[in-house]
Nanobody, 115 residues
C-alpha cells in the first residue's frame, strides 16, 4: 500500500520559515498531481498548493508569494517551503497525491506560528 509521510512541522515565530517534506513509498512521477492542504479545528481542509509532474504549480491566494511547492522525483518527495509565516498559517498540514480514481493522504504534520 502506498504511503505518504509528512515531516518538518513545528513551532515557529511569526515571520519565520519552515520546510515541510512529503515522502512517498513509491515513485511520485505516476501521480496526476500532488499537493499540500491544511486544516484547523472546526474548519474544512483547504488547499494550500499543488504541483504536477511537469511542475506546473497552483497556490491558494493566502499563501502566494510566501510558500513554494517543489518536488524531487529522485527522492520521491514533495516539499513546501513556507516563509514569512503568520499566526493564521497555524494548522495541521497534509500531503495529498492523486492518481485517478485514487486519492492518498498522509497523516499530517502540525505547524504552529506563535510568539
Amino acid at each position: 500500500q502506498v504511503q505518504l509521510v509528512e515531516s518538518g512541522g513545528g513551532l515557529v515565530q511569526p515571520g519565520g520559515s519552515l520546510r515541510l517534506s512529503c515522502a512517498a513509498s513509491t515513485s511520485i512521477v505516476g501521480f496526476d498531481v500532488m499537493g499540500w492542504y491544511r486544516q484547523t479545528a472546526g474548519k474544512q481542509r483547504e488547499l494550500v498548493a499543488t504541483i504536477t509532474p511537469w511542475e506546473s504549480t497552483h497556490y491558494a491566494d493566502s499563501v502566494k508569494g510566501r510558500f513554494t511547492i517543489s518536488r524531487d522525483n529522485a527522492k520521491n518527495t514533495v516539499y513546501l517551503q513556507m516563509n514569512s509565516l503568520k499566526p493564521d498559517d497555524t494548522a495541521d498540514y497534509y500531503c495529498n497525491a492523486n492518481k485517478f480514481p485514487t486519492i492518498l493522504w498522509g497523516q499530517g504534520t502540525q505547524v504552529t506560528v506563535s510568539s
